[in-house]
């Protein structure tokens, strides 16, 4: 017993025997005090040995100062202190192009005396911009995507509105913007565009001008062209000069596992980022960790002809996904095991064989080009575009395995800017659509390593559909809606594509396992109004009319649970009635039952091509009344580089023909419309 617990004994006996004495208490109160006394000694002797217990689990733990914690290095400044850099080129990627130009360019760095350093904004304290001008003669570059309606990638999203809605001090900070787009889509290039005009009111320096890169036109050629002038102005302003030809290195090294070397279980085997992500499921699900959804429904959508269609039903039940009529699901397609095949028959390699990839730069936070260790089939499977045509860089590099002078000579000729060069890559690769197989197989002397041909590679992306299903129907299922992409190039080869030639071979089979296949949804600004007795007018040929597959399962279910729904105008086309004519039930049971009003372009079923455009020219008296007088909402989905010019145009001619607006007041009409998203395009090229 402790020295405290014979105190209070002590204290409480003499108070009870002076109670008992005075005749201050009664019996009853003599017998609680005792029961008082009892419930202190139990608690505190209890206290003491509870407190030996924890010092006992205590010390079963080493306190770690810290210090000694591993903490991810944030600190952009730092890197470049610490290794010597004076260069580093941030990215805005969604596809991957963004961060393969920012690697190429930190790259190119070292033959200018300033090494350089890729980053990724999203994993970057981006406030410390304001720090970069502390190292002297440092450069920073932007490398910067837009996508949707003008906006940034996921990557840079934070980082774009830290420069919106903030007010730093950038005076000193040296930089130059690169930016990737597509001219037909409306917001060409905002981001790359904003950034380099709002870089440049808080203060910083431009070292030489905005670069804009177009995608539906020569993307590659945009950067070479920018960056061969970009250098220069970088000499000049820094009084540096070339280190003369461009030295050859390796960005990763390769290691090579021996058999039984690594555990089965610490193989990737295709999991996007966690090992053992795709067999051990936790939400959230999102592009570092899709869910594996089953495929209960995959149907073929055409009647009749050569190209199909397909309509694909995704289970979410499992995954507290959540998703609203207009979003896309992303999906994580897998590569033709035949196109795998051959490229390891054209490198002379064992697929099977377990290998990882490790950065030569320390500094990087990209440790592997995509996840290792794993083995060589599952890279070209799963982690890299082998379908994609290999850009000029590519090219330079595979010129050092041909044994063929003039082979080699033909490949570095395409690496060039000169007029030759881009003629003849235009004709041989882009033309001609070569992937890395077919080049391999055209130009025989040249014989890369396979994991240099993974490392020169991009990395596999997602391919994105507008979902065509609502949740108010459907709350466990995405429905898709997918034209197998298949074509014959001018070499006679059959390209096909990636994600919809996967899924053309994994329909259900009674008696068999569902096929999975890895998702996540991704949230759009395409939206139904949120009045749903407000009017719209939808355009979308052919798979454009996905979307609205979805807005109208949910305009008519509104309608059936008794509220107000106002009208729903539909422009649908396809080449024949008795073809190609998605829905076509479903559609005409909407139109029976008053959901829908149909306006069909089958452009192929007389001699005069009749497409959704010439019907929208015979109803801009209809268009005017809803967008102009009745306060509704237009949207359009499908083909970005004719049918939308041609849509929007139209929508000018309404507003000045009908709206009574010069040209400049309808192109402002119509900025105001998008602004208040009464106007929207979920539309690719």
Sequence with gaps: MSDGTQDILKDATTAAAAAAGGSLFSTFDIVMLVVLLGAAIWWLYSSRKDNKKDEIVLSK????????????????????????????????????????????????????????????????????????????????????????????????????????????????????VFGLGNKTYEHYNAVAIYLDKRLEELGASRVYELGLGDDDANIEDDFITWKDKFWPSVCEKFNIESTGEEELTRQFRLVTHAPDEIPTNNIFTGEIARLHSLQVQRPPYDAKNPFLAQIKVNRELHKAGDRSCLHVEFDISDSKMRYEAGDHVAVYPINDSTLVERIGELTNSDLNEI?????????????????????????????????????????????????????????????????????????????????????????????????????????????????????????????????????????????????????????????????????????????????????????????????????????????????????????????????????????????????????????????????????LEKNIDQIWDIIGNRNGHFYVCGDAKNMAVDVRNILLKAVQEKGGRTEAEAIQFLKKLDSMKKYSSDVWS
């Design 61 to 176: 733990y080493s306190i770690q100062t810290a210090g000694s914690i591993q903490v991810t290095e944030n600190s952009f400044i730092k890197k470049l202190q610490s290794s010597g850099r004076k260069l580093v080129v941030f990215y805005g990627s969604q596809t991957g192009t963004g961060e393969e130009f920012a690697g190429r360019l930190a790259k190119e760095g070292a033959r200018y005396k300033m090494k350089g350093m890729v980053a990724d904004p999203e994993e970057c304290d981006m406030e410390e911009l304001t720090k970069l001008p502390d190292i002297e003669s440092s450069l920073a570059v932007f490398c910067m995507a837009t996508y949707g309606e003008g906006d940034p990638t996921d990557n840079a999203m934070e980082f774009y509105e830290w420069l919106k809605n903030g007010d730093p001090n950038l005076t000193g900070l040296n930089y130059a």
């Design 355 to 615: 290998f990882s990839l490790i950065n030569t730069d320390q500094e990087s936070s990209k440790k592997n080009p995509f996840p290792c260790p794993t083995s060589y089939r599952t890279a070209l499977s799963h982690y890299l575009e082998i379908t994609a045509l290999p850009r000029t860089h590519i090219m330079r590099e595979l010129a050092e395995y041909c044994s063929d002078e003039e082979d080699k000579k033909k490949l570095l000729l395409m690496a060039t800017n000169s007029q030759e060069g881009k003629a003849l890559y235009q004709s041989f690769v882009v033309d001609a659509c070569r992937n890395i197989a077919h080049i391999l197989e055209d130009i025989k002397s040249c014989k890369p390593p396979l994991d240099h041909i993974c490392e020169l590679l991009p990395r596999l992306q997602p391919r994105f559909y507008s979902i065509s299903s609502s949740p108010k129907l459907h709350p466990e299922t995405v429905h898709v809606t997918a034209v197998v992409v298949e074509y014959k190039t001018l070499t006679g080869r059959i390209n096909k594509g990636v994600a919809t030639t996967w899924l053309a071979q994994h329909k259900p089979e009674d008696g068999k396992p569902l096929p999975r296949v890895p998702i996540y949804i991704r949230k759009s600004q395409f939206r139904l109004p949120l009045q749903p007795q407000t009017p719209i007018i939808m355009v979308g040929p052919g798979t454009g009319f996905a979307p609205f597959r979805g807005f109208l399962q949910e305009r008519a279910h509104a309608r059936a649970n008794g509220k107000e729904v106002g009208d729903n105008i539909l422009y649908f086309g396809c080449r024949h009635r008795d073809q190609d004519y998605i829905y076509q039930e479903e559609l005409e049971q909407y139109e029976t039952n008053g959901d829908v009003k149909l306006n069909l372009a089958f452009s192929r079923d007389q001699a005069q091509k009749v497409y959704v455009t010439h019907l």
